[in-house]
């Protein structure tokens, strides 16, 4: 099947669900569209105890489709520019640092926990698995995915300074994330030659080089945009940007994501907009972008819910699976305690901030994106089904209830 037939397919589909789910349903789109979309495979599923014609044909139509390439190559740049840049720009300067200690020692803590808890788990449900692979699974599930997060926390009504924080380390962290993985992934192919001078390296080239050409490719779009005043042709500047962005951070290896989160943090700060937008521009930039959140959004989480199909469900994994999502936000919960604790003098936070952090830290498309990485030998069947069952979880349950957790406890 060539790429239109794809893209025409998963936009119809995702047309077809949204349509439903405001209709009837009314849930938050992403949540909504998982539903929808598991419930829609789920049938195909049980027609194809009779007749496997349908089933062969959609499980066809997802193997072919590049799942990884697809998110990372392709939509991940565009919907992290478009959340950068409805991000509060103040609120994140000022919770910088918290952001920060989150995005970097949260994730390497909460990788080495999740490891070593999960490494003792498998063997009590008759898996054997190296510790190695325990860690990069770790690596995997422990950033918090912007993309979900985003999505429902709009929906979600928490204070403006918790929802920066957990925003804020949500766009960040899966650089983070990235290279930990990155790094253990090298390890486990036989790379015992890494040092930490190499991890250095890569975290250098990677995550402040990124930072670093996100930043100059915002400056010249802020300059581009205040030297005209042109709706069209200025929406098309932060098109270009995004893309040509991408292909430069893809050149040069270092993080794309995170080029994005700066060039779009740069660019819709309310300094810049004063300076380089006129009322109708920015009008213009925002509903383009939204629209573009929305319509990548509705694809990914359908595409997320159509996964089910290519999964190897055996008990043994659903097991494992199911108990690791307590494992996993337990070891978010006590990644984030120092932290929290540290800055709760210096920073007026919330109550209950860990409880809300650890409840409304969501998994979605970049683990499963990055399990996808794993080699056969790595028991990648084994952490496909586990990644699975947390993001399902994570969207569809801490989703619908991180809203009154937040009303509730939040006081």
Known sequence: MDYYAIATVLIVLSALFGYINVRFLKLPITIGLMVLTIIFTLILIIIGQFDDTLLLQERAFIEGIDFKAVLFDVMLSFLLFAGA??????????????????????????????????????????????????????ALISPT???????????AGAPKKLETKIVGESLFNDGVGVVVFLTLLKIAEGGN????????????????????????????????????????????????????????????????????????????????????????????????????????????????????????????????GILAVPIVLLCRYLSLWFPIKFFAKKLDFVPNTNLIMTWGGLRGGISIALALSLTQEMHRELFLVITYIIVVFSIIGQGLTVGPLIKRFAK
């Open 85 to 138: 840049m409805h991000t509060n720009f103040e609120q994140l300067k000022i919770q910088r640092w918290p952001v920060l200690i989150f995005a970097t020692l949260g994730v390497l803590v909460s990788t080495f926990l999740v490891g070593i808890i999960m490494y003792f788990v498998l063997q009590l449900v008759g898996l054997e698995v190296a510790f190695i692979y325990c860690l990069l699974f770790g």
């Open 145 to 155: 995915d912007p993309i979900a997060v985003l999505g429902i926390l709009k929906q």
């Open 193 to 320: 030659h890494v040092t930490i001078g190499h991890i250095a390296e890569m975290f250098a080239v990677e995550v402040l080089g990124g930072v670093a050409l996100g930043l100059f490719l915002g400056w010249i779009t802020y300059k581009l945009m205040k030297s005209i005043d042109d709706y069209d042709v200025e929406v098309i500047i932060t098109i270009a940007v995004v893309m040509g962005g991408t292909l430069l951070a893809q050149k040069f290896h270092i993080s794309a994501p995170l080029a994005m989160v700066a060039c779009g943090l740069m660019v819709g700060n309310d300094t810049v907009r004063n300076a380089a937008m006129s009322e109708t521009t920015e009008t213009y930039v925002d509903k383009f972008w939204e629209l573009i959140d929305v319509l990548l959004n509705t694809i990914l989480f359908v595409l997320i819910g159509m996964e089910m199909l290519i999964l190897t469900f055996q008990v043994n994994y659903i097991i494992a």
